[in-house]
């Protein structure tokens, strides 16, 4: 018994989706199909591929090897349809998106969705760092983040630098301040952000560097919330200063041992960048 694109086909599917549902209806089969399909790969396999939990379908070691394999057969199959009906424009399909701020990813999504209306989108926000394991993990398709530290396997397109600010609620005795220092800081209560935040990553970094010591901090799990502790006359943090933090208030001031900027990019795979979906994203960068 020969393996078949339809079982390849299922089998990514479910790898994708974690789960034989949402894998029939990204293919637009039934379910019985998908479950079925995915029996004989693996009844000619000899081995189990999935493990059943509570949180969806688990790759065994056995499907982890063999998804190394089907993941490169069905992206050269997407790839040989898309060259063979030589379509212009997306009618369908799913874009997953992860990035470390929504800015400016939400702005990019906004322009693909103008012209890809009958694209699904997906979002999610993730640290520096997880953004590229998300990608490596096939878990997303596109990312916006900073500059990965790694960047075997992935396609790497710089969109601009940013530079890191303190960012200060009024009525705070920085507010008018032009520039600071880092160990002017030292006494304040600094908000910091989820552990594996890139702001953070580098101010501690800095700070370490320097051998300055925060006495009093509030840490948060995200940076959207820290923003608004700092709305809140909670604190004081670093971080880059989106529109939304200037818009409710907040001042943004240069940190001198900050001012070195850092590239942001959109990245992906290196193996999906000629898929149109992907690549039809990054024509929707500046």
């Not at 030589?86 to 693909?112: C, H, K």
């Not at 103008?114 to 398709?141: I, K, M, N, Y």
């Given at each position: 018994?020969?393996?078949n694109?339809?079982?390849?086909m299922?089998?990514?599917?479910?790898c994708r989706?974690?789960?034989f549902?949402?894998?029939?209806?990204a293919l637009?089969v039934?379910?019985?199909?998908?479950?079925?399909?995915?029996a004989?790969l693996?009844?000619?396999?000899g081995?189990?591929?999935?493990?059943?939990?509570?949180s969806?379908?688990?790759?065994?070691?056995a499907g982890?090897k063999?998804?190394?394999?089907?993941?490169?057969?069905?992206l050269?199959?997407s790839?040989?349809?898309e060259?063979m009906?030589e379509?212009t424009?997306?009618d369908?399909?799913?874009?997953?998106v992860?990035?470390?701020?929504?800015?400016?990813?939400m702005?990019y999504?906004?322009?693909?969705?103008?012209?890809?209306?009958?694209?699904?989108?997906?979002?999610?926000?993730?640290?520096?760092?997880?953004c590229?394991?998300?990608l490596?993990?096939?878990?997303?398709?596109?990312?916006i983040?900073?500059?990965?530290?790694?960047?075997?396997g992935?396609?790497v397109?710089?969109?601009?630098r940013r530079?890191?600010?303190?960012?200060?609620?009024?009525?705070h005795?920085?507010?008018?301040?032009?520039?600071?220092h880092?160990?002017e800081?030292?006494?304040?209560?600094?908000?910091?952000?989820?552990?594996?935040?890139?702001?953070?990553w580098?101010?501690e970094e800095?700070?370490?560097?320097?051998?300055?010591?925060?006495?009093?901090?509030?840490?948060?799990?995200s940076?959207d919330?820290?923003?608004e502790?700092?709305?809140?006359?909670?604190?004081?943090?670093?971080?880059?200063a989106?529109?939304?933090?200037l818009?409710?208030?907040?001042?943004?001031?240069?940190i001198?041992?900050?001012a070195?900027?850092?590239?942001?990019?959109?990245?992906?795979?290196?193996?999906v960048r000629?898929?149109?979906?992907?690549?039809?994203?990054?024509?929707?960068?500046?």
């Amino acid at each position: 018994m020969k393996v078949n694109q339809h079982q390849i086909m299922a089998f990514n599917a479910a790898c994708r989706h974690k789960g034989f549902s949402r894998a029939a209806k990204a293919l637009g089969v039934t379910q019985s199909s998908v479950t079925q399909n995915v029996a004989k790969l693996e009844a000619i396999i000899g081995a189990k591929l999935f493990e059943r939990r509570r949180s969806g379908l688990v790759l065994t070691p056995a499907g982890m090897k063999i998804h190394a394999v089907t993941e490169e057969i069905g992206l050269l199959h997407s790839l040989l349809e898309e060259r063979m009906s030589e379509y212009t424009r997306l009618d369908s399909g799913l874009l997953r998106v992860v990035a470390a701020s929504t800015d400016p990813a939400m702005i990019y999504m906004r322009r693909f969705s103008e012209l890809h209306p009958g694209v699904d989108l997906a979002f999610d926000r993730a640290s520096w760092r997880r953004c590229a394991d998300t990608l490596r993990d096939r878990d997303a398709d596109v990312a916006i983040m900073p500059e990965p530290e790694d960047k075997a396997g992935l396609y790497v397109w710089p969109i601009g630098r940013r530079a890191h600010t303190l960012l200060v609620h009024p009525g705070h005795r920085f507010y008018n301040r032009e520039s600071i220092h880092l160990h002017e800081l030292a006494d304040e209560r600094i908000i910091k952000s989820s552990t594996r935040s890139f702001a953070r990553w580098r101010l501690e970094e800095r700070a370490a560097e320097l051998g300055v010591v925060f006495s009093r901090v509030m840490a948060v799990g995200s940076t959207d919330a820290a923003i608004e502790a700092a709305v809140h006359r909670l604190g004081i943090m670093v971080t880059y200063a989106t529109e939304a933090a200037l818009l409710a208030g907040l001042h943004s001031i240069p940190i001198v041992e900050l001012a070195d900027t850092y590239q942001m990019v959109a990245a992906c795979n290196s193996d999906v960048r000629d898929l149109s979906i992907v690549r039809s994203f990054f024509e929707c960068i500046d």
